[in-house]
């Protein structure tokens, strides 16, 4: 098997090349940046730059499966400039595809994955939502996941299976979100935001990764949540990322309009509550090897804090 990944070099990218090479599959990846084209056993680059609709057709040989990731982050102040660059660039990354695709002899693909996001559903404190749901939330990021989707649903006119992954709050300790929320606690100054009521719909990196590389050598099709199978509160989320660093969570919850003043309009991000459902993933198979909050903040931050602990206590033996 051979996979063309879009958006290899990203946090989420990484870890899906790591578990398709742990399986022995061979990499074909795209990136705009020139620099970053690599060629090693298994793992090959090529150029592409979706906003000319440049594309090295090279990279689809012998392909059988592709998986979407590109796109600008959202993690970045939504000026008007940005925000048209996100959306623009997950458009424009799938129109690119799909026309090198017409272009080349694409019988031997046989699935399709494209990353969506959770953002597309309206922003709830009590609904429960799974994928068959058709209301879209009315902020920027539900326009941009919905516009996402409609991009990636052209696909269907090709004879692969084609899957989407509404990926929700990924935990890694490499980057993301993730790093961010926990710098504030390690320095005692942790806090949850808003009422912190907020439904937080996460997924450990490792089984985000393995639910791509699932999809593709399972052949499914349709929709599907990338989000682990228990929600938190970003109340809990902070209580829990707390007593995993070790850290009281003693301040109260940040108000929203401090946070829109530093932030603007991504403060939206902050705020935002969907709590979704992974039954439908589950049901085909798929075991989450970090369901729960505490175990998934235990296998990230777990070991650097044992550790930290021992060197304190191995100095504090030597001065003895």
Do not use: C
């Amino acid at each position: 098997m051979k996979v063309l990944v879009t958006g290899a070099t990203g946090l989420v990218g990484q870890a899906i090349v790591k578990v398709l090479r742990s399986k022995d599959v061979e990499v074909n990846y795209l990136t705009r940046n020139k620099n970053k084209i690599t060629t090693s056993e298994g793992y090959h680059g090529y150029y592409w730059n979706p906003s000319n609709g440049e594309m090295d057709l090279d990279s689809l040989k012998g392909v059988s499966a592709i998986i979407n990731l590109a796109g600008a982050s959202i993690s970045n102040r939504w000026t008007k400039a940005y925000k048209k660059k996100v959306l623009e660039s997950r458009i424009d990354s799938l129109t690119t595809l799909r026309k090198g695709l017409k272009q080349v002899d694409n019988t031997g693909i046989t699935s399709f994955v494209s990353a969506s996001a959770i953002g597309i559903y309206p922003d709830s404190l009590t609904h429960f939502y799974d994928e068959p749901e058709k209301q879209i939330d009315s902020s920027f990021l539900g326009k941009v996941v919905g516009e996402w989707e409609k991009a990636a649903d052209r696909f269907g006119d090709f004879d692969f299976k084609t899957a989407k992954v509404r990926i929700g709050l990924v935990l890694s300790n490499s980057g993301g979100a993730l790093p961010k929320m926990a710098r504030p606690v390690q320095a005692f100054v942790g806090a949850a935001f808003g009422s912190g009521e907020q439904w937080q719909s996460w997924i450990h990196i490792e089984d985000l990764a393995e639910m791509f590389v699932f999809l593709i050598e399972n052949n499914l099709k349709g929709t599907f949540n990338g989000v682990a199978p228990n929600p938190v509160t970003q109340s809990k989320m902070i209580r829990t990322l707390g007593k995993v660093l070790d850290r009281p969570i003693w301040l109260p919850n940040i108000p929203k309009f401090v946070m829109k003043g530093l932030l603007g309009e991504m403060s939206y991000l902050l705020f935002a509550s969907q709590r979704v459902s992974s039954k439908r993933i589950e049901k085909k198979g798929f075991d989450f090897r970090y369901p729960n909050l505490e175990a998934a903040l235990e296998n990230l931050y777990g070991k650097n804090i044992k550790e930290e602990e021992s060197q304190t206590s191995n100095m504090h033996n030597g001065l003895a």
